[in-house]
């Protein structure tokens, strides 16, 4: 027992020389990501969409610009499309009209528009938000005619072709949008095609609802 005693002492000073196990290290910092068309479609500003509304007869949207067709929307072979289940070699999400640098670029119909910056795909583009959940996209300019959130008219000018972002030559990427999804543009450039499905409940400029229980 004496023994134990005199030990006892000794081992706590040695448990107690014992570091303690370091911290955790920090969670990584999330790497900066730039949103998405249909991410940045569901938070800008839309204009309001009055009661009733339905979408009018004849062209809903104009030509942007009187370019070259050099590809349409769909599937397509070009390995610089991302793929989708029903287009695994590639979804081109609008048409591509070509037109010498510099070409203005005017809006397709009134509404919201919205100057975004990407290295990566679209290059310097412009969205504009239009009544009834429709939205258009113009990519790969090289130069932005817009500030954000400016209220524009059909015609106006919101830029400039260029071919910034993932792009092999001077062109307009033209992208027709309802609720974010893409739409074949020919179909709206041509007439006023019904709308596909109902509004999601609180999208940007959708009618009033009762989704909330306010009103």
């Not at 001077?170 to 020919?186: K, S």
């Amino acid at each position: 027992m004496r023994a134990l005693a005199l030990l006892l002492p000794l081992a706590l000073v040695q448990l107690a020389a014992v570091p303690e196990p370091p911290p955790p290290p920090p969670p990584a910092e999330a790497v900066p990501r730039l949103l998405t068309v249909y991410e940045w479609l569901r938070i800008l500003p839309a204009p309001r969409s009055p009661e009733g509304f339905q979408p009018p007869g004849g062209q809903r949207v104009a030509w942007p610009l009187h370019g070259i067709l050099t590809q349409p929307f769909g599937c397509t072979g070009f390995y610089r499309e991302p793929s989708q289940t029903d287009c695994p070699n590639g979804f081109h999400a609008g048409i591509d009209l070509a037109d010498p640098p510099g070409t203005p670029i005017r809006a397709a119909a009134p509404g919201l528009a919205y100057p975004i910056p990407d290295v990566e795909r679209y290059g310097n583009h412009v969205v504009v938000q239009h009544v009834g959940g429709l939205a258009t996209n113009y990519a790969h300019m090289s130069r932005m005619n817009v500030a954000w959130g400016q209220l524009v008219q059909a015609g106006d000018v919101i830029g400039f072709v260029g071919s910034t972002g993932n792009s092999t030559g001077p062109h307009l990427h033209f992208e027709v949008r309802y609720a974010g999804v893409p739409l074949d543009p020919i179909l709206y450039l041509q007439g006023s095609p019904p709308d596909p499905f109902p509004l999601p409940p609180g999208w940007p400029g959708a009618q009033r609802d009762d989704w909330l229980g306010r009103r």
